[in-house]
Antibody, heavy 116, light 113 residues
Framework: QVQLVESGGDLVKPGGSLRLSCAASGFTFSDYYMSWIRQAPGKGLEWVSYITGSGGNVYYADSVKGRFTVSRDNAKNSLYLQMNSLRAEDTAVYYC?????????WGQGTLVTVSS | DVVMTQSPLSLPVTLGQPASISCRSSQSLVNSDGNTYLSWFQQRPGQSPRRLIYKVSNRDSGVPDRFSGSGSGTDFTLKISRVEAEDVGVYYCMQGSHWPPITFGQGTRLEIK
């Protein structure tokens, strides 16, 4: 069965950096686009990024462009999100999701808190 | 960017009664490939989102058949034929026809009356 397990969330100061990971299993990882989607506390869902199966193309929301970098290691069935220059408004639960006609399977999420 | 607008934002429903959520997009969601990439998600309290419907009306595996999706162009609807206690949560529509960015509706909170 498809499993996505995020990790790496933490409390970080404004301007700091953090790297999130997502371990995938139960499907052929390299065949799928993957996505990061976030949810601020008590708020709705916000798409953050897509990456193609090969990792050759990446896409970002304007709110994170230039600060966040998505990548993947298909040999390790893993997805990553490098987050730099973090701001208070980046505080959220970050979900990784497999993409097939849109995000179909989601992980349980990892909490990133940006606060001094 | 395509703006997705859901209504109502709060939906109290009696157990066993039907429920309907509307989602409107700021432009037609027909993609250049002819498909309409409109999905519905359910987020139960304390859980991750779960996709219910993709491409307007296709139910995901394991989704009860009391959930159905319909619509076209800019107007879409999620219907629950008979609400059960486990349906409590927040429902989101999402468009993937014109991206980036992917965009979500604000969410509709379904509660039991």
């Amino acid at each position: 069965q498809v499993q996505l397990v995020e990790s790496g969330g933490d409390l970080v100061k404004p301007g700091g950096s953090l790297r999130l990971s997502c371990a995938a299993s139960g499907f052929t990882f390299s065949d799928y686009y993957m996505s990061w989607i976030r949810q601020a506390p008590g708020k709705g869902l916000e798409w953050v990024s897509y990456i193609t199966g090969s990792g050759g193309n990446v896409y970002y929301a304007d709110s994170v462009k230039g600060r966040f970098t998505v990548s993947r290691d298909n040999a390790k069935n893993s997805l990553y999100l490098q987050m730099n220059s973090l701001r208070a408004e980046d505080t959220a639960v970050y979900y990784c999701a497999r993409v097939r006609n849109g995000p179909d399977y989601w992980g349980q999420g990892t909490l990133v808190t940006v606060s001094s | 960017d395509v703006v997705m607008t859901q209504s109502p934002l709060s939906l109290p429903v009696t157990l066993g009664q039907p429920a309907s959520i509307s989602c409107r997009s700021s432009q037609s969601l027909v993609n250049s490939d002819g498909n309409t990439y409109l999905s519905w998600f359910q987020q139960r309290p304390g859980q991750s989102p779960r996709r219910l419907i993709y491409k307007v009306s296709n139910r995901d595996s394991g989704v009860p058949d009391r959930f159905s999706g319909s619509g076209s162009g800019t107007d879409f609807t999620l219907k629950i034929s008979r609400v059960e206690a486990e349906d409590v949560g927040v429902y989101y529509c999402m468009q993937g026809s014109h991206w980036p960015p992917i965009t979500f509706g604000q969410g509709t909170r379904l509660e039991i009356k």
